[in-house]
């Protein structure tokens, strides 16, 4: 099993920053890949941003040139940097593993952003 917990999320005025984090119970390096989902109210779960454990890394159109995900594989954390935040950016945003084909997800952290 592999517990995630997020962190950071909050309330932003439009054109701010946050920076969500994603602790993991075990070494991430041991995951096939993190990366971080969102659910907006009346909407499916997306994808956000994804990195593998070799380091690559992939982003939703929507927020490329935004966002980055990074990791500290000494914390086992998984980070999202969320920049020029827009309205549209609210919603749950949630951590997941994947680590042989087992998913996990963390409890889901919410930003707000106000116009």
């Known amino acids: 099993q592999v517990q995630l917990v997020e962190s950071g999320g909050g309330l932003v005025q439009a054109g701010g920053s946050l920076r969500l984090s994603c602790a993991a119970s075990?070494?991430?390096?041991?995951?096939?890949?993190m990366g971080w989902y969102r659910q907006a109210p009346g909407k499916q779960r997306e994808l956000v941003a994804t990195?593998?454990?070799?380091?690559?890394?992939n982003y939703a159109n929507s927020v490329k040139d935004r966002f980055t995900i990074s990791r500290d594989s000494a914390k086992n954390t998984v980070y999202l940097q969320m920049n020029s935040l827009k309205p549209e950016d609210t919603a749950v945003y949630y951590c997941?593993?994947?680590?042989?084909?087992?998913?996990?997800w963390g409890q889901g952290t919410q930003v707000t952003v106000s116009s």
């Open positions: 997941n593993a994947d680590r042989n084909l087992h998913l996990y």
């Open positions: 075990a070494s991430i390096l041991s995951m096939v890949a």
């Open positions: 990195i593998t454990s070799d380091g690559r890394t």
